[in-house]
């Protein structure tokens, strides 16, 4: 079993400093996806309200593995009205 180290950025970054072990690398990635899809239904609006979440995956002595991010884009007929410039 190898350790990855599960680092989620949104408005700030929330490092993983327990990790979890996993078979594989795939495993990993499996992870790493649930963790945002979580995060998203924990609070949509901010996710609809900004721009986007990211998980980095590291190894125990710190090297980047891997990337997820999540990116949310609005049709202009979605966004909150806006008052007329006067």
């Not at 950025?9 to 899809?37: N, P, R």
């Not at 998980?55 to 991010?69: A, F, I, N, P, R």
């Amino acid at each position: 079993m190898t350790r990855y180290f599960f680092h989620l950025t949104h408005s700030e970054e929330i490092s993983d400093e327990t990790g979890v072990e996993l078979e594989s690398i795939h495993g990993a990635k499996c992870h790493a996806v649930k963790m945002i899809a979580d995060a998203l239904c924990a609070d949509p609006d901010s996710f609809w309200n900004s721009d986007t979440y990211r998980v980095t995956v590291s190894s125990s002595t710190g090297l980047v593995l891997l990337s997820v991010e999540m990116v949310s884009t609005l049709a202009p007929v979605l966004m909150p009205t806006r008052p007329a410039a006067v």
